[in-house]
């Protein structure tokens, strides 16, 4: 298979994956220019409470990834029944978080913020956006079934409607019905409950035409608890240092909080960005090591490491070039646009790093070698802490140099396990 080919494969998966992922901090994104139309406290609060909700979810993340790389493998060893059972399973599994997030952690709201700082704007978007854990859970399992089932259509699609939706409601709920904060939150719930019941049909459909199950299976929810638990871990590192740098940020103020809150919106766009040429990697990955060529494995990695430092690079370039009028698009106070300009300046030039990261974490997860990226988790979260000590109370500026050392030693973790070559395992199961 020759390097043209390669690439429109990596195209045909990570287009439509930039479109469903870019939905993600765009949400945030439009959030935060409405809400910043209420002031500068509920800004702050929007930023705590939205990385505390990040990290909630995003600890369940091994719904849409894990089942991505297990699917894509049953697809490259022809077993089309058994993917859509996987998936299925991964439905039930995500119904199941959603409502036990709900019971603990509505109630312990005012703790979890409390963590930050004391925001009650902040307790009440998070009680608010809890009601929909069920739903954001189920939007992750449904677009791994059908990333790994190669169809990235039906994920683009329904982000694009969820985005729609999210931005009407919220601009609806806060600056027409006067809500506040809680109308912002009650938008995005509204938003991802109508995405979530779109995946529940077009999932029950694919199971139903390759004769799978409906109910759940308790052996097949068993073995995704197993298979993710490594892969929670890896998650749980990362969303510790991101919840500890938006702590260094919060505890400098709410000028701070909200510069940093802006420019980690931006950071996570580009992330998400990276993260399609990711995921068209966990896809073709499976499906290959599922058929048993690791040589289309190589080739596919290498071709996916130089989509991402491309991306990444031009993500950068573009950055510097509008660097200038961002702070005019979130409405921010001088003080914030001061800081914003500082912390834009440092994320545009690491982002080459993330570009290489993104890839090679993608590589790893597609492949299964979810034991590593564990072990390689707490690994760079052990590398952060003392940055982030030294870097606390000196701005925001200095905290994503710190988060850009952090990516560094991401990457060349993952970089030397991928040299290895001992995740290339062939096989239907890994």
């Not at 297990?70 to 993917?83: E, I, P, S």
């Not at 749980?236 to 702590?247: E, G, Y």
Request: overall charge positive; proline content about 3%.
């Amino acid at each position: 298979m020759d390097k043209r080919k390669h690439d429109r494969e990596i195209l045909h998966l990570a287009v439509p994956a930039f479109g469903a992922l870019v939905a993600e901090p765009l949400f945030l994104l439009s959030d935060a220019a409405i809400v910043g139309r209420l002031g500068t406290a509920q800004q702050a609060a929007l930023t705590i409470a939205g990385q505390a909700l990040t990290a909630l979810i995003g600890v369940c993340v091994f719904l849409a990834y894990a089942t991505t790389a297990a699917v894509a493998r049953q697809v490259g060893a022809g077993d089309l029944r058994h993917a859509a059972r996987q998936g299925i399973d991964g439905l039930w599994l995500a119904l199941a978080i959603g409502a036990a997030l709900i019971a603990v952690g509505v109630p312990a709201s005012p703790s979890v913020i409390g963590f930050f700082e004391h925001n009650e704007y902040a307790v009440e978007y998070l009680r608010i956006s809890l009601l929909g854990a069920p739903a954001m859970l189920v939007v992750l399992a449904g677009t791994g079934v059908l990333r790994g089932l190669q169809n990235g259509r039906v994920p683009l699609y329904v982000s694009a409607g969820m985005f729609t939706a999210n931005l009407v409601l919220n601009a609806l709920f806060v600056l027409v019905f006067g809500w506040g904060i809680a109308g912002s939150a009650w938008g995005t719930v509204t938003a991802q409950t109508g995405g979530a019941l779109v995946y529940l049909v077009t999932v029950l459909r694919l199971a139903r035409r390759h004769g799978a199950s409906m109910m759940p299976s308790w052996q097949g929810l068993r073995t995704a608890v197993s298979s993710g638990f490594a892969l929670v871990i890896r998650t749980v590192t990362l969303q510790a240092t991101l919840v500890l740098a938006t702590l260094v940020a919060a505890r400098q103020g709410p000028d701070v909080a909200a510069a940093y809150g802006i420019s980690s919106r931006i950071w996570m766009l580009s992330s998400y960005i990276l993260d399609a040429v990711a995921i068209a990697g966990q896809s073709l990955l499976g499906r290959h090591l599922g058929a048993g060529d690791q040589t289309a494995a190589r080739e596919v990695t290498r071709r996916m490491l130089w989509w991402g430092l491309f991306t990444s690079c031009g993500f950068g370039v573009l950055l510097l070039a509008v660097r200038p009028w961002v702070p005019g698009l979130f409405d921010a106070t001088p003080e914030v646009s001061a800081l914003l300009l500082q912390a834009l300046l440092v994320v545009a030039l690491i982002q080459p790093l993330g570009g290489l990261t993104f890839v090679l974490d993608g590589v790893l997860i597609g492949a299964g070698d979810m034991e590593y990226l564990a072990w390689a988790g707490v690994f760079t979260l052990a590398a952060f802490l003392p940055a982030a000590r030294l870097v606390a109370g000196h701005g925001v500026a200095a905290l994503w140099l710190a988060l850009g050392w952090w990516m560094a030693v991401r990457m060349l973790t993952l970089g030397a396990r991928a040299r290895t070559g001992a995740w290339l395992v062939t096989g239907a199961v890994r």
